[in-house]
């Protein structure tokens, strides 16, 4: 059977790869401090991981080097945010519920479907088609 770690551990674990300093420098000021963990607790929201704890640290340690040294280059705000972390953070760690993916689904099928009798439509009345 495959266990994998928890967002709380996968959040504590990624607060002890950094320093005290990088944490405060990651939060943003939006009508208030965001911290970073408000950022990683947003983020990961919704989601499953699909690591382990072993894994997962191996992965966060890349993350986060990576992170580090793309951010000492880089003058992109983002690529020096909470959010831009998160963002790989997520990539790496977790994937959708199986209700999210299936609701996607969904409304991807629903778009076609609504696509499909558009095109038809505008094939009996080409005039008024929107133009580009």
């Known amino acids: 059977m495959l266990f994998t770690a928890s967002k709380r551990k996968i959040m504590k674990l990624v607060l002890s790869f950094l320093t005290e300093e990088e944490i405060k420098n990651l939060a943003v000021d939006i009508n208030g401090i965001y911290t970073f963990q408000e950022q990683m607790d947003g983020g990961f929201s919704d989601l499953v991981s699909i690591h382990g704890r072993r894994r997962a640290k191996k992965e966060i340690e890349k993350t986060i080097a990576a992170f580090r040294a793309n951010a000492a280059i880089s003058k992109d705000r983002y690529d020096t945010s909470g959010f ?22 969904f409304d991807r099928k629903r778009l076609r479907e609504i696509r499909e009798r558009a095109e038809e439509f505008y094939k009996l009345h080409p005039e008024l088609r929107p133009r580009k």
């Open 84 to 105: 831009k972390l998160v963002d790989d953070l997520r990539k790496v760690l977790f994937r959708k519920s199986f209700e999210d993916r299936m609701l996607e689904w």
